[in-house]
C-alpha cells in the first residue's frame, strides 16, 4: 500500500515537470506505451516456469531528441509455497538519436522503486530449529537503472518498442546492493 501511495506521487511530480516543459514547435508530444516483460524461475521442485510481466508507461517530448517518462510494470508469480506481487515505478530521461529515420535508438536513465508483497504457506511446528518466516511480508526498495533500445516507427502514430534496463537498488532484505535487467517489449502511441 505504502508503495502504491509512492508510486502516485511521483507519477504527479513527473507529469507536473514534464507538462511545464513544453515546447509549442513540437506536433506529437504525448507518448502511451505498453510493455510486456518475458520471465521465469526454476526450482527443482516444480522445474521451469515461464512467466510474463505487464506494463504501461506515460511519456512527454521535450524535444526531438530528449522525453520524459514514467513506466510501471507489475509481476505475480506463484511458487507453490509463496505468492509474489511485485510492482516497479520508474521516472527516466530518454536520449533518442538519428530522429528523423524509421530506426531511432535510445539511452535512457532515471529512478527506480521496486515495492513487492510476499505471501507465504508456510507452517511451522515445534521444535523449529531456524526462524519461521512471517506469513506476509513487504518491501519497498530505491535505486537508479540504465538502458537502451530502439523504436521502430509503424506509422505516423505507432511505434514498437524494444528495450533493455540495468538496475541497481539497495536491497532491503539483504541490506546490500542488488542488479538485476529488465528486458521489454511494446508499442508505443504518440498524440
Do not use: K, N
Not at 515461464?50 to 522525453?67: H, N, P, R, T, V
Not at 507452517?123 to 530505491?142: I, M
Not at 540495468?166 to 528486458?183: H, P, R, S, V
Amino acid at each position: 500500500m505504502r508503495a502504491t501511495t509512492v508510486g502516485v506521487a511521483v507519477t504527479a511530480v513527473a507529469a507536473a515537470l514534464t507538462l511545464s516543459a513544453a515546447s509549442p514547435a513540437q506536433e506529437r508530444r504525448f507518448e502511451l506505451s505498453f510493455v510486456i516483460e518475458p520471465g521465469g524461475s526454476y526450482s527443482d521442485y516444480r522445474g521451469f516456469e515461464f512467466e510474463w510481466g505487464f506494463g504501461a508507461a506515460l511519456g512527454w517530448a521535450l524535444s526531438e531528441a530528449w522525453a520524459t517518462e514514467v513506466r510501471w510494470l507489475g509481476r505475480d508469480s506463484d511458487s507453490g509455497h509463496s505468492e509474489l506481487d511485485h510492482q516497479t515505478w520508474q521516472l527516466g530521461l530518454r536520449r533518442f538519436f538519428e530522429t528523423g529515420s524509421s530506426w531511432r535508438p535510445f539511452v535512457v536513465f532515471g529512478a527506480h522503486l521496486q515495492s513487492a508483497e510476499i505471501e507465504r504457506q508456510v507452517v511451522c511446528f515445534d521444535p523449529v530449529r531456524a526462524p519461521c518466516p512471517p506469513l506476509r511480508e513487504s518491501t519497498d526498495e530505491y535505486g537508479g537503472f540504465a538502458g537502451g533500445g530502439a523504436d521502430w516507427r509503424l506509422s505516423r502514430s505507432a511505434r514498437l518498442r524494444l528495450e533493455g534496463r540495468l538496475i541497481a537498488y539497495d536491497a532491503e532484505a539483504t541490506g546490500d546492493l542488488e542488479q538485476t535487467a529488465d528486458l521489454t517489449g511494446g508499442l508505443v502511441f504518440t498524440f
